[in-house]
């Protein structure tokens, strides 16, 4: 695993307040928190009417059968305060806090909520669509948080970047490596899934490209690309 702790100042100078990264972050823990202290059967209800079940957001008769109250639609925003473990939050949420910050400058703070969101939204469908028979809900902020780093290609990817390889010892590498490697291991486990098959790698896929294109319309005009 290569995780990003650090990049060098870019868009988003000394001073920047993130405030919708900020309360993302936030929100995430605190949710995370909250549902630690609840049972496991209170989560499993929970993740089934918040998380996003392809067959029920494709409107299968697998999924009906469910009968599940919370509107499908609804779930592609909920879903992305959901994570199955601490080690899913927290690898999400130091990406978006490291990340974040550049994109949220480059947008704005509302355009970056809703950039954030649409990432997520694309990210969950593209998981939908290619199980759709699944009755598994789609949990994390996955999704948005690969369609920052899909952004932050298009936007930084000459910066320097500090990375936890393997949870053991910081290298510094240009963003477009690190991306690259990131890219190139989704591709990698979607057509050869040899890894840990609950990790919805189609979600990562979906946000990703949803971030590159999004960035070109939702970025501020003075903000270039490839800086």
């Known amino acids: 695993m290569v995780i990003p ?3 060098e100042d ?17 929100l995430n ?42 509107w499908p639609a609804v779930s592609l925003l909920t879903y992305t305060f959901l994570h199955a473990s ?5 690898a999400n949420m130091i990406v978006l806090w490291v990340l974040g910050d550049d994109i949220e400058a480059a947008t704005g703070h509302l355009r970056f909520l809703i950039f954030y969101f649409l990432c997520g939204a694309v990210g969950a469908i593209a998981q939908a669509l290619s ?7 789609v949990i994390g902020a996955s999704g948005s948080v690969a369609g920052v780093v899909g952004a932050y290609l298009l936007l930084r990817p000459h910066a320097r970047m500090t990375v936890l390889v393997l949870g053991l010892l910081t290298v510094q590498l240009r963003a477009f490596w690190v991306i690259a490697l990131w ?3 989704q591709a990698f486990s ?20 949803a971030g590159l294109s999004l960035i070109l319309v939702m970025r501020r005009r003075d903000v270039p690309l490839f800086a």
Do not use: C, K, M
């Open 86 to 90: 601490w080690l899913h939050l927290t």
């Open 5 to 7: 702790v650090h990049d």
């Open 10 to 26: 870019g868009i988003a100078r000394p001073g920047f307040r993130a405030w919708a990264v900020w309360s993302l972050v936030a």
């Open 190 to 209: 979607i057509w050869w899934p040899i890894s840990d098959v609950r990790t919805a790698y189609w979600t990562h896929a979906g946000g990703f490209v």
């Open 29 to 70: 823990v605190i949710v995370y928190v909250l549902l630690a202290v609840l049972s496991a059967l209170a989560v499993f209800v929970i993740g089934y009417n918040f998380g996003v079940v392809p067959a029920v957001l494709l409107g299968t008769p697998e999924g009906s059968a469910l009968g599940l109250t919370i």
């Open 183 to 185: 890219a190139a291991w």
């Open 131 to 137: 199980d759709a028979q699944s009755l598994a809900p």
